[in-house]
């Protein structure tokens, strides 16, 4: 409860324990949760600092100066680490600590101007650190601090948009403002190819186009300002003509942070596919295999896409545009699903259960489960 500055923790085995935490006057931004289960580590406001509270001894460690952002702090895929970004003397640091003890493992000063986000490789042997939008720079880190590598692709423009790990952790994804996105190998962090995203696509790429198949109106019926909530029924068609148009979006120049460039881009379980959304055709959905570094499928929708999910068992890609429908991308071919419960319901965001059986599908005021059918494919 941000506006009281209170967090509350509840058993789910034993309801009879219970938890406060009370940031009292310094206020509360965020919290989560450590990757233990056994902290929580709250943040207060005007980046004031960082406290973990332990739920087995009660104990409190204070963490100062931590950099205020969404990508500012991360944990390793096994819990053993923390890296937090800190600002000091109008500098940037980054602090990796241990996460049994709390312990201040390493600190360290970082070679940018305004340090943007940092994200640990899945194997954590190295950390990937970007500046702000302003500079292109990619810096690469290793655990005890050492800079194993710089990257910047061009100068005076707008820079780094979204970065993603694959899961093998030999590449990675670095999404800017230029409409591309550069592959990096963990060998030489070195770019291997760079993906664009042209208005005007050649080559074999399969490409889906979503054709809806609006419900008829009644007599007199006048659809809301925003369009019909329930659109009825969709399919796709596969667009066979070359070369097939993009549908772009002109970015408006005098707005801050302009819609362009590719700010998702999401690798599949396996590390083979590789899924990105570029801003200025945000109903393009655009699939790259990583075996061949090059563009397999595009999903032209009719809305924009609003969030995906790959299956974390197979390469299955599910994803959303803020209707009432789920969309679905294999190697198999693309599908449509209605989710069958009232027109009101817009799916918003998703998840994938851990075994791929189902997808949590999220609106805005209620949920909906979608199971898999294995035994039909479907």
Request: with cysteine; aromatic share 10%; net charge neutral.
């Amino acid at each position: 409860m941000y506006k009281r500055g209170i967090t509350q923790v509840w058993s789910i085995e034993q309801p009879e324990w219970t938890c406060k935490i009370d940031e009292g006057s310094a206020g509360l931004e965020s919290v989560c949760w450590s990757p233990d289960s056994r902290h929580i580590l709250t943040f207060a406001n005007f980046q004031l600092r960082i406290t973990v509270w332990s739920l087995i001894n009660k104990s409190v460690s204070y963490i100062k100066y931590p950099k205020q952002g969404k990508k500012m702090l991360d944990f390793t895929s096994d819990g053993s680490y923390m890296a937090l970004a800190e600002r000091r003397d109008c500098k940037d640091y980054i602090s990796v600590f241990s996460c049994k003890q709390w312990q201040l493992m390493k600190h360290f000063e970082t070679d940018t101007k305004d340090l943007a986000g940092l994200e640990w490789a899945p194997n954590g042997r190295a950390l990937a650190v970007w500046d702000s939008i302003l500079d292109y720079k990619l810096l690469l880190y290793s655990l005890d601090g050492r800079c194993l590598s710089t990257y910047s692709a061009y100068e005076w423009a707008l820079g780094i948009k979204c970065v993603s790990w694959s899961p093998s952790s030999q590449f990675l994804a670095v999404g800017s403002f230029d409409e591309k996105v550069r592959l990096l190998n963990h060998l030489t962090w070195k770019v291997i190819i760079d993906f664009s995203h042209p208005p005007l696509l050649e080559g074999k790429a399969v490409v889906y186009k979503e054709i809806e198949k609006k419900l008829p109106s009644l007599q007199g019926e006048v659809d809301p300002p925003g369009g019909a909530v329930f659109t009825g029924s969709s399919h796709y068609e596969v667009v066979s003509e070359r070369p097939a148009q993009i549908p772009v979006i002109k970015a408006d120049p005098e707005k801050a942070n302009p819609k362009i460039g590719v700010s998702l881009a999401v690798f599949s379980p396996d590390s083979k596919y590789l899924a990105t959304r570029n801003d200025n055709m945000p109903c393009a959905l655009w699939i790259w295999d990583i075996r061949q570094l090059a563009l397999v499928a595009i999903l032209l929708q009719a809305a924009p896409v609003k969030h995906l999910e790959w299956d974390p068992c197979q390469s299955r890609l599910a994803f959303c545009t803020g209707t009432n429908k789920v969309y679905m991308w294999s190697p198999a071919g693309a599908l449509s699903v209605d989710v069958p419960v009232e027109a009101s319901f817009l799916v918003q965001s998703l998840r994938w259960h851990p075994e791929g059986a189902a997808v949590l599908l999220m609106g805005r005021e209620n949920m909906c489960m979608c199971f898999i059918d294995r035994d039909k494919n479907r």
